[in-house]
């Protein structure tokens, strides 16, 4: 039985549901590789049954027919589904960008919008400009809401100082051994909201870290998994949860994360022990070793 999942607003009004499901990561398909994948096609439309109405898409992993054909198939309207996709390849070209992810997604336009990532930029009036045309995206209505990924304090920064339309979401690598300082409250000042990616990151890939037990603990005392401690840190500081698999009854169990809360105690012991340990999954080309930004 699908579960309503709960939504937060956007600073364009727009309801994102908290839980979303992503299609990259284990599903990410090489260049060139044109064969459409059911398997993560009737994935989509599992997680869809289930209640992922938040579905998270992207040029770069290459699965957008995949994830279009899904939503045409999953038999729920197009208007009570979020769907996200993220320009990178062709960020020198934005509005060509968005006009080939929408024919790929068998879409008029996209809920959410963004910029993959900043380090295409090497001076702030390349950012400055990509963002514009970003702007021009939302104004045309291909977009209802446009953010960026993978952005640090100074990267928004920079866009704000030119900006007309604020960033709805940052989308970044989130979780205890992972929490970039100040970034998420500095964004949520801002109206900007945080959506996580990578959040299982200390139990899928930091086996032996020192949130363990704790974790471990939690999962006992709320009767679910350690998985849904790490979602459930996310959502109860305001922010958003992407999440993927290929597993039906790990997407069910994923929900479980919806039924209950932890005390704001916990949530910061599962943060002070997170900031025991530094573990980056993603962009680790673009920072050094022992920062935590």
């Known amino acids: ?19 979303g499901y992503g299609s990259g ?8 590789d044109k064969e459409i994948n059911r398997d993560l096609v009737e994935s989509i439309k599992t997680a869809v049954k289930l209640g992922y109405y938040h579905l998270d898409g992207a040029e770069v992993y290459n699965t ?23 320009v990178n390849t062709s960020i020198a070209d934005i509005p060509r960008a968005i006009e080939a992810s929408l024919k790929k997604l068998q879409l008029d336009y996209v809920d959410l919008y963004l910029i993959h990532a900043p380090f295409f930029a090497t001076t702030e009036s390349e950012l400055q400009t990509a963002w514009a045309a970003m702007e021009q995206v939302k104004e045309a209505g291909q977009a209802r809401s446009i953010g960026v990924s993978n952005f640090l304090q100074g990267h928004l920064e920079t866009i704000l100082k030119t900006a007309t339309v604020t960033p709805a979401v940052n989308q970044i690598e989130f979780h205890p051994y992972l929490q970039h300082g100040n970034l998420v409250a500095w964004q949520e ?10 959040g299982l990151s200390p139990i899928m890939r ?3 870290g020192p949130l363990d037990p704790l974790l471990s ?11 849904e401690i790490l979602l459930r840190w996310v959502i109860d500081q305001g922010c958003v949860a992407v999440t993927t698999s ?7 169990s994923y929900l479980r994360t919806l039924t209950f809360s932890l005390t704001p105690k916990e949530v910061e012991e599962i943060s002070e022990g997170g900031r025991q340990k530094h573990y980056r999954a993603f962009w680790n080309e673009k920072f050094a070793a022992d920062d935590q930004s």
Do not use: D, H
């Not at 290929?246 to 069910?252: A, C, I, V």
């Open 246 to 252: 290929g597993k039906e009854t790990r997407m069910n």
């Open 25 to 32: 990561t284990a599903w990410y398909k090489k260049s060139g």
């Open 1 to 19: 039985m699908a579960r309503n999942i709960p939504a937060v607003k956007l600073n364009t009004g727009a309801a994102m549901p908290v839980l």
């Open 206 to 208: 930091v086996q032996g």
């Open 189 to 198: 000042s801002k109206g900007i909201k945080t959506t996580s990616y990578a």
């Open 64 to 86: 957008e027919e995949e994830l279009g054909l899904a939503i045409k198939e999953c038999g729920v309207p197009r208007e009570q589904l979020f769907v996200t996709t993220k």
């Open 217 to 227: 603990g939690l999962a006992q005392k709320y009767a679910v998994s350690e998985a």
